[in-house]
């Protein structure tokens, strides 16, 4: 019997899913628009990032028809019962709401992106979004054209202050987004609450012993998303009492959201270009 910890959901990031043999055939099977998947740049970018749920939305399919793909080459699965809801009405009424409100944006007021030449090298067009997200006012709309859904995007900028769908169009994947009214609630630059402890504060009240057991690793020279994938695969294997100090060359932004949802907490030092140090710990 295979362990749950073997067990794929839709939850279940897609980067774990395809490192099992036929798994990118199985998935391609399914819809052909995971044929991306044979890219290993796309793969390296994207696949860490996306979900099980979100690929059926990217591939236009249901979670159970993943499921049942996986399921034929081997993997164990596990389905979660789901009966329909008015608020499932609701959803698709505040989405064609919100394309209309879209619509109505003075062209002049809304950023454009084409993501696809950052993809096609390989690199992170993330920064360039945030730089667009940083420069826009309330009632602004945001527009990042892509080859594919990127699904991960919507709630990372949900974090910033933007409301946003995406939409298929002829010449790929519109994420589109409205810049909603300012808040006072204090969101870090990268879409989540930082940590403000000082370094040392991480490893204060935590006992003698595991006070020296700072754990550590370098990631600088990594293609993403190999140096995320290796920093929560090193929080996986510590104790809650250990803590990791990362060797970086950027701000891992992509990663932010994943140490939130997970219960850790984490300050950042820029030592100078191209040096960026983390200090990653449970939070008490």
Do not use: W
């Not at 028809?65 to 809801?85: A, H, M, T």
């Not at 390989?122 to 892509?146: F, H, R, T, W, Y």
Request: glycine share 8%; aromatic share 6%.
């Amino acid at each position: 019997m295979k362990d749950l910890r073997d067990t794929v959901d839709e939850n279940s990031r897609i980067a774990s899913v395809i490192a099992h043999p036929g798994a990118i055939d199985a998935l391609i099977s399914v819809s052909g628009r995971f044929k991306k998947l044979r890219n290993p740049v796309l793969r390296k970018v994207m696949a860490g990032q996306v979900t099980i749920a979100m690929a059926a939305r990217i591939g236009g399919v249901s979670t159970d028809d993943i499921l049942d793909s996986l399921e034929s080459v081997g993997l164990s699965v596990r389905r979660s019962p789901r009966k329909i809801q008015e608020s499932d009405f609701a959803g698709q009424q505040d989405n064609e709401a919100f394309l209309e409100q879209y619509a109505g944006i003075e062209p002049e007021r809304i950023h454009y992106l084409d993501a696809r030449p950052f993809m096609e090298k390989g690199q992170e067009p993330l920064s360039k979004i945030l730089e667009l997200v940083a420069q826009m006012e309330p009632g602004d709309g945001l527009c990042v054209l892509n080859s594919f859904a990127p699904e991960p995007l919507v709630p990372l900028l949900r974090k910033k202050g933007l409301e946003g769908t995406i939409v298929e169009t002829e010449d790929g994947f519109e994420a589109r987004f409205i810049r909603g009214k300012k808040t006072n609630r204090a969101i870090s630059e990268d879409g989540i609450n930082q940590s403000q402890s000082r370094p040392s504060a991480l490893v204060r009240g935590r006992s003698e012993s595991a006070r020296s057991v700072v754990l550590r690793i370098n990631v600088v020279g990594l293609a993403p998303p190999e140096p995320m994938m290796k920093i929560l695969s090193k929080l996986q294997e510590m104790r809650s009492s250990q803590c990791l100090y990362v060797y970086h060359e950027r701000e891992p932004r992509f990663l932010f959201p994943h140490l939130a949802e997970q219960g850790y907490q984490y300050c950042i030092s820029h030592k100078g270009p191209g040096d960026v140090r983390l200090l990653i710990g449970r939070r008490p």
